[in-house]
């Protein structure tokens, strides 16, 4: 049973751009959240997507935005990249109803 | 912000127990302990969660006050696979978004 898998593992991009990370839940699992990750920092909420709508959402600039697709797979997408939106962006995914989420081991972006 | 507070860091001896704690002294009543592990460079990891009664599985077990303004995470036997940040959240429910604090970074010396 494969867990949550993010791609891609490791990403360098430049300033200014913009970055889309992907996300597939595990199997069952219906709610998909995202979360930013400053090195020696623990994980700040970014947003919350089910039934295809964000339902939640963190302190973050509208420079990022989500989506969620039918098949409950996600997708991070920030634009106009500053030198610090460098983290590694972790996806969880939980199912309605149950309590613990499921990480993935996240993307590690890196702004020059 | 994070509702918890936990000691920056803490070393124990590997095969001994390790024993970490959490304060939550304006936890509500419907609010859950959770506490989850991240090994370096790896997403979190679940640990174990509890409401007011002491749980047990085969990671750990959660000790938490009458008062459940404080808890302890215990590690029965530490191995080196466990030096990790562990963080103690506590959540209203199964919706709420997960609030991390900085964690405590717990080194199992050999």
């Known amino acids: 049973d494969a867990g949550v898998t993010q791609s891609p593992t490791h990403l360098i991009k430049t300033r200014g751009q913009q970055v889309t990370l992907r996300c597939s839940p595990k199997s069952g699992h219906d709610t998909v959240s995202w979360y930013q990750q400053a090195l020696g920092q623990g994980p700040q909420f970014i947003f919350q997507?089910?039934?295809?709508?964000?339902?939640q959402r963190g302190n973050f600039p509208d420079r990022f935005s989500g989506h969620q697709f039918p098949n409950y797979s996600s997708e991070l997408n920030v634009n106009a990249l500053l030198l610090g939106d460098s983290a590694l962006y972790l996806c969880?995914?939980?199912?309605?109803?149950?309590?613990?989420?499921?990480f993935g081991s996240g993307t590690r972006l890196t702004v020059v | 912000d994070a509702k918890t507070t936990q000691p920056t860091s803490m070393d124990c001896a590997e095969g001994r127990a390790a024993n970490l704690p959490c304060n939550h002294s304006t936890i509500s009543g419907n609010e859950y302990v959770y506490w989850y592990r991240q090994i370096h460079s790896q997403g979190p990891q679940y640990i174990i969660h509890g409401l007011k009664n002491n749980e047990t599985n085969e990671m750990a077990s959660l000790i938490i006050t009458e008062d459940r303004k404080s808890s302890t995470l215990i590690l029965p036997h530490a191995t080196l696979r466990d030096t990790a940040v562990y963080y103690c959240i506590v959540r209203v429910g199964h919706g709420q978004n997960f609030v991390f604090g900085p964690g405590t970074r717990l080194s199992v010396l050999p």
């Open positions: 997507y089910y039934e295809e709508e964000e339902r």
């Open positions: 969880a995914s939980s199912r309605t109803g149950s309590g613990g989420y499921t």
